[in-house]
């Protein structure tokens, strides 16, 4: 595909005809600037710019660009969700990095705007042809419901903090309208194979500077904010040696992100593609995994022989089995295999479940919840633990406790209902995703639809031991690629392959 963005422009419907007019509009606003006039104003803005900085530093610089730059784009993800979703995607990834840099600048906020930005832009265009079609399947409903439950929780009796609840019902609803956008977005198989193209690309970046990292060093701004925390740096300096983040918020983030993305790399390979993008899968896949090693995150280390199981049986593939059964003999045996080597040491205890002094805190701390969840249905509110907690109601009790999962935080918060629902929604995801892998003919779409359960199905998982789903970038993929599996299906024959295209 020589133009990543061609098949935006020739998908139908009212994508199309509003990227017409944002294409018009850009062209004629080129032939302006392009006028004595234009180069006029365009030399007073860059004076302007110097001026500021000059005066300001180069913080409000980058604050001025990225408004020059940032207006037109959130313009055009108001007009075409695939913009949007190539937008933020790409934002989710460098946005925790960037306020590393840039101190406490609300850059999270510009997110949230491209959401609402997105799903405005949906619902004008759907008022308008009164269809939601797109929408119209099982797990659709499911978030629906889950959606109208978070707005119940503002309403919450046991709630100590409303104001909690604004911060938190961002991460925990306000994302998951990603899956309405992708419905929606998703109406051609090119743009979901160039999304898929778009997770991996970031991700290969991700793992170069985290490779940047392990064996160059960490930057001067990096060093600073390691060490202005002393709880940050107990996290991120252990064994004696840094474990690596990238441009991620921290290293159990970055070591979820290169175990999925590496498993997603390892599960495309079988496309009808040419030699060539399978080496670069393959050597992405490889940079990844060498980056989960270094991130020293136990709960990576755990999630790679479950997502291969997972694919195993899902596959039921001659070739898969027989490479899972190297895999786990090697595996068993760089376990018992005795080490000096930091890493090595490190994954190994990962499997010393019985000497991890971590999971008997985490079940001690479960222990200690289990009757609160029991008597309080609707749980404690939205917010009431962790960084929220903490600043909106330091007197709760529940702003101590380190729920350490997204499940346990789900049913400390939201109560065993919530947990219900959430649990119930990623349970038809994935059976219904299983079910029409199952049914799919063409051998490529199959293909497709088992690396995205496998991603899905790894985040499903990492979500007991860590809260992976709710981290940056993590909640913008998994909600696209639950929005994948429901799409995906929609392109299959009955009969000859589809993707006659190479990928």
């Known amino acids: 595909m020589s133009n990543p963005f061609e098949h935006i422009a020739r998908d139908n419907g009212g994508q199309s005809a509003a990227w017409k007019r944002h294409f018009s509009l850009g062209a004629m606003l080129g032939q302006r600037m392009a006028s004595p006039l234009g180069l006029v104003v365009m030399a007073a803005m860059g004076l302007l710019l110097a001026l500021a900085i000059g005066a300001s530093g180069y913080k ?138 778009l997770f991996i690309g970031l991700s290969f970046i991700a793992a170069l500077y985290g490779l940047k990292q392990e064996f160059i060093g960490l930057t001067n701004a990096e060093l600073a904010w390691l060490h202005s925390d002393p709880k940050t740096f107990e996290l991120i300096f252990q064994g004696g040696r840094i474990r690596i983040f990238s441009f991620l918020s921290d290293p159990t983030a970055y070591g979820i992100l290169m175990t999925y993305m590496a498993m997603l790399c390892l599960c495309l390979m079988p496309l009808n593609i040419a030699t060539w993008k399978r080496v670069i899968l393959g050597i992405a896949a490889a940079c990844m995994l060498a980056c989960m090693a270094y991130a020293g995150t136990r709960t990576a280390y755990v999630l790679l022989p479950i997502a291969m199981f997972f694919y195993m049986f899902l596959t039921l593939n001659k070739r898969v089995l027989i490479g899972g059964a190297l895999f786990f003999v090697l595996g068993s045996g760089l376990m018992m295999k005795s080490t000096g080597n930091a890493v090595i040491y490190r994954i190994q205890t990962a499997f010393s479940f019985k000497e991890d002094a971590s999971m008997k805190l985490r079940l001690m701390n479960q222990a200690y919840i289990k009757p609160f969840i029991q008597s309080h249905p609707l749980g404690g509110g939205l917010g009431s633990t962790g960084i929220w907690g903490a600043r909106f109601s330091p007197n709760n009790p529940l702003s101590k406790f380190p729920p350490d999962s ?54 499903v998982f990492a979500n007991y031991p860590q809260e992976a789903i709710i981290l940056l970038p993590n909640s913008f993929i998994f909600y696209l690629s639950m929005a994948m599996l429901a799409k995906i299906p929609t392109f299959d024959p009955p009969s000859p392959s589809l993707l006659t295209q190479q990928s």
């Open 60 to 197: 409000m610089g980058i604050l001025l660009v990225l408004g020059i730059v940032g207006l037109p784009v959130i313009l055009s993800c108001l007009f075409n969700q695939q913009i949007g979703i190539t937008v933020s995607t790409t934002v989710s990834f460098f946005v925790l990095g960037v306020k590393r840099f840039m101190g406490d600048v609300p850059i999270g906020l510009l997110l949230d705007v491209l959401l609402l930005l997105m799903f405005l832009g949906l619902a004008i265009q759907q008022f308008r042809s009164k269809n939601w079609s797109f929408a119209n399947n099982p797990v659709s409903y499911l978030i629906a419901f889950w959606l109208f439950y978070n707005f119940v929780e503002f309403i919450n009796p046991d709630a100590a903090s409303r104001m909690a609840w604004f911060y938190t019902v961002r991460g925990m609803a306000g994302v998951l309208l990603l899956y309405y956008i992708g419905l929606y977005a998703f109406s051609s198989l090119p743009f979901i194979k160039f999304t898929l193209k």
């Open 406 to 459: 997204g499940y346990v935080r789900t049913a400390v918060e939201q109560g065993w209902i919530g947990l219900l629902l959430y649990c119930t929604l990623l349970f038809v995801t994935l059976a219904i995703g299983i079910y029409q892998y199952k049914r799919l003919h063409d051998p490529d779409l199959k293909t497709l639809q088992a690396a995205v359960l496998t991603l899905v199905f790894c985040l």
